[in-house]
């Protein structure tokens, strides 16, 4: 008798530990990470997870301290409990998952003491201990407004060394695009920049007609980037949105890339709620203008060049 209960005890913890799914029990689809660097140091993360079979369970560790920790899911509501101590650990969990329905989560916080000063430049670090296995891996970071990478050759001002670079005319975007990454590997990202204000001093001293000779080179190099680098822009910020958002934004581009926000609630089927929701949320990642009129808004695409690779869904 005692040893049939044991037995029994043993293939319920098994049979357990087939719904609880931690990250580093999983395979994603997709990992992808958006750091965007604010003029007082502080990093607002976004971590998009899309993983590739059904879970209940799930847990994200992060080697630093994280504040103001937000999340949610397509599939179904999700719980989640975080400990933070010097590092963060957040434990989820799917309030009634669809069978069959990938798991698509979005955790949104913000960090401190990821970006260190270095004599007059600045250099952010973060590093990714991979605790699963990812079919793609993305990792962009936003440089604050008007800041440019500490070195004259760019690839010198970041690490890995095989990273890109962008601007969508008010931040240079340094990015990594991977593929096959695998649970065990030590990622590591860097990015080394200046202030405007450390620009502006560096120049001082050499005299007037450099500053405004740097300010007629940047204001060129300005309208380059927004006519000419727009849709290669759009390639790093496409990815980072959900199904919802990629919905406007199609409904955006069937109107001529602006819209009365009453046509996108009808042609969505969203509530008017869900929709003000999406659309602050663009808004404050730049890729949509609000206009107020009288009880509704405009809203007005402001990367004009889409692809239809763009749109494939994540």
């Known amino acids: 008798m005692k040893f049939s209960k044991i037995s029994g005890m043993i293939l319920f913890i098994l049979a357990l530990n087939c719904f609880i799914a931690p990250v580093n029990a999983l395979n994603l689809e997709y990992y992808g990470i958006e750091s965007r660097i604010q003029d007082d140091t502080t990093v607002s993360n976004v971590v998009t997870l899309t993983m590739d079979q059904n879970v209940t369970n799930f847990e994200y560790n992060m080697k630093y301290r994280a504040l103001n920790i937000n999340y949610e899911s397509d599939q179904s509501p999700i719980d989640c409990q975080t400990k933070v101590t010097d590092t963060t650990l957040i434990s989820c969990r799917f309030v009634n998952p669809r069978p069959g329905v990938q798991a698509n989560v979005r955790i949104t916080f913000e960090a401190t003491g990821l970006v260190e000063k270095k004599n007059d430049d600045y250099q952010f670090s973060n590093f990714v201990s991979m605790d699963a296995n990812a079919k793609r891996f993305f990792n962009v970071i936003y440089l604050p407004t008007s800041s440019t990478l500490a ?19 008010k931040h240079i975007m340094v990015y990594w695009d991977k593929e096959n990454v695998e649970a065990g590997d030590d990622l590591y990202f860097s990015a080394t920049y200046r202030t405007a204000a450390t620009n502006m001093m560096g120049v001082y001293g050499v005299g007037i007609m450099v500053v405004i000779a740097v300010v007629i080179i940047a204001s060129l ?47 969505s089927d969203f509530s008017k709620a869900k929709v003000s929701r999406i659309i602050a949320d663009l808004k404050e990642r730049e890729v949509v203008d609000v206009e107020s009129m009288g009880r509704t808004n405009k809203i007005t695409l402001k990367i004009k060049k889409w692809t239809k690779e763009d749109n494939k869904p994540q």
């Open 151 to 169: 070195t004259d050759v760019s690839n010198e001002s970041f690490s890995p060394r095989n990273g890109k670079t962008l601007s969508d005319g």
């Open 221 to 267: 190099g300005m309208y380059y980037v927004r006519s000419i680098r727009r849709q290669d822009s759009v390639k790093v910020v496409m990815p980072l949105l959900k199904r919802d958002e990629k919905m406007i934004v199609d409904i955006l581009r069937k109107h001529g890339d602006t819209v009365n926000q009453k046509i996108i609630v009808r042609e």
